[in-house]
Structures are given as C-alpha cells and as structure tokens.
C-alpha cells in the first residue's frame, strides 16, 4: 500500500508569497494531521481533521495559515503570505480513526522562505 | 497538560552493541499510548515501536524494545545488535486515547543516535 504521500516535497519562496503543501493521507484512513518540525520548537501539531472536518486547530500559528480537507483522500495547508520564520519542515500524518490508531507520516516538506 | 522529556541530545554505540534511549513523561491520564518514532536523514518519521499503557507486557520488535515503567513514568528504547542503519533521531512520543481534541502526538525533543562502525 502507499503510504502518505506529500508534495512537493521541497519549496523555495520569496516572502510574501503563497505557497501551498497537498497531502494524501493513506487510503481508508479517516484522521489527518498537520505537524511542522523546527530547531526551535521540535514537532509540533498545526491541525487535526477527522472524517474531513477540522477537530483541533489550536496550533495553527495565525491567520496566515489554513488548512482544508475536501474530500478523504486529500488535504491542503495553506501559507498566505509567507515569513522567513514559516521555514520548517510540514509533516502530514493519517491514522486509522482518531482514537487509539497508529499515525503515520508522510516524507514531510521543507520549506524555506526567503 | 502532558509533557515528554528526553534527556540524552546525543548517543553514540558501536555497531553490533546494545543502547538504550530514555524517555520520561508527566501526565494524569491512567490510560494513554507510547510511541518511539525515528528519523534518519532523509527526515521520513518511521514508526519503531509503540507501548498502551494498559498492558504490563513491555513491547517489542525485532531487535527493538522498550522498558515501560508506568510508575516511574518512563519508556526507554533498547536497540540489541545496533547496526549502521539504526543511525537517526529517535522521538518519544504520547498520546491520550480519548481523541477529539486530544489526539496529538507530543513530541519530545530527540535524541540523535550515531551508530559506530
């Protein structure tokens, strides 16, 4: 089976930029998470969908950042307009339910913003 | 709120050597689940082992295992046979069961595990 797949899986932009990151979480999975990874402040939880909808959104940094879930199989975070201090890596991970099921995370995403 | 602590930034073993990682955690909850997740550089977050709280039975896999001392609030990573290959940052990692809004991971913040040959 695929596992997570996110992309893409590097991006370079200028500040005040859009940028984008898309993430299929694995088929049949119902939970998808957002994390970002920085030396700052390691690992960190963004947003929570089960079942599509938003369940905990409380990391999200500001309103610069969204997160949308359409349909099961795909999933958007959203960085409007870019900052230097965005540069992380963004994991997505899904999971079977939202309860005691295993996550599992996609390559993640760098993304630098100069 | 939970927390997750390691305390070793840096390990070193030699190949074929054993090592064990440490981990403690504060939490209320009686119930919960444990994670150990890895990172080699390639930055891909693999799933190494994973411990509920309610079962005594330590967790193991392969050459992977954990000492889970609910009491003590403590979840080691032991690695037998360490190979070049178990080179990376391992997490900690802890999760309330009861999702909702609880269902994160938190994270501790690594121990980066250099393997010697």
């Known amino acids: 089976d695929a596992g997570v797949i996110q992309s893409p899986r590097h991006e370079v932009t200028e500040m005040g930029q859009e940028v984008t990151l898309r993430c299929k979480p694995i088929?049949?999975?119902?939970?998808l998470f957002w994390y970002r990874q920085t030396m700052m402040r390691g690992l960190e939880l963004l947003i929570y969908?089960?079942?599509?909808?938003?369940?905990?959104d409380s990391g999200m940094p500001e309103d610069r950042f969204s997160a949308k879930m359409p349909n099961a199989s795909f999933s958007t975070l959203k960085i409007q307009p870019s900052e230097p201090r965005d540069s992380a890596v963004y994991f997505c991970?899904?999971?079977?339910?939202?309860?005691?099921?295993?996550?599992?995370f996609g390559p993640g995403t760098r993304l630098t913003v100069l | 709120a939970q927390t997750v602590t390691q305390s070793q930034p840096e390990m070193s073993v030699q190949e074929a050597e054993t090592v064990t990682l440490s981990c403690t955690y504060d939490?209320?909850?009686?119930?919960?689940?444990l994670f150990w997740y890895k990172q080699p550089p390639s930055r891909q977050m693999i799933l190494v082992i994973r411990?509920?709280?309610?079962?005594?039975q330590n967790a193991t896999e392969n050459r992977f295992s954990v000492n889970f001392q609910k009491a003590a609030k403590s979840f080691s990573l032991k690695i037998s046979d360490s190979q070049l290959g178990d080179a990376a940052m391992y997490f900690c990692?802890?999760?309330?069961?009861?999702?909702?809004?609880?269902?994160?991971?938190?994270f501790g913040t690594g121990t980066l595990l250099a393997v010697q040959p």
């Open positions: 991970a899904s999971s079977l339910s939202g309860g005691s099921d295993t996550q599992y």
């Open positions: 411990q509920e709280a309610y079962k005594q």
């Open positions: 088929s049949g999975h119902n939970s």
């Open positions: 990692a802890y999760r309330s069961p009861y999702g909702g809004a609880t269902n994160k991971l938190i």
């Open positions: 969908f089960n079942n599509n909808v938003p369940i905990d």
């Open positions: 939490t209320s909850e009686s119930d919960y689940y």
